[in-house]
């Protein structure tokens, strides 16, 4: 009815991540090791290996680094912001203006975040 705000098509946040669902082996540690409890795994969607993964709650992520940190398959890629950016629910970074973002945890080499 109304146009919608921009929060409908994304959320401020002072960090996101970006999961490799397909890495994932489900062994649920970083649920536990997310301090804002923005991670939650799947209930019914596998991997292509059958596994259960995580999904991010768009909104609470700090970009801490905890998750990576945990996680034995590298499955996650943290990005941090200086200052809150608008954030879609996939992970997709919305502002354009991404020159103050840092990503760390990567296998392939990322460079990592201080
Ligand atoms: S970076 Fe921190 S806040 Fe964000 S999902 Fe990982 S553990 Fe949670
Ligand atoms: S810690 Fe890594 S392997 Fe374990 S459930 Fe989380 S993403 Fe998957």
Same mark, same amino acid.
């Given at each position: 009815m109304t146009e919608q705000p921009s929060a409908a098509r994304g959320v401020l946040t002072r960090g996101t991540v970006v999961i490799?669902?397909?890495? =994932?082996?489900? =062994?649920?540690?970083c649920i536990d090791a997310c301090p804002p409890r923005v991670l939650v795994m799947t209930t019914h969607d596998l991997n292509s290996r059958g596994y259960r993964y995580p999904t991010l709650i768009p909104g609470g992520c700090t970009g801490c680094k905890a998750c990576s940190q945990i996680c034995p398959d590298f499955v996650f890629q943290v990005r941090r912001f200086e200052t809150p950016l608008l954030v879609a629910p996939d992970g997709t970074i919305l502002d354009h203006d991404t020159a103050n973002t840092a990503t760390s945890q990567s296998p392939a080499g990322t460079e990592a975040a201080r």
């Open positions: 490799d669902s397909e890495a =994932c082996k489900g =062994c649920d540690l």
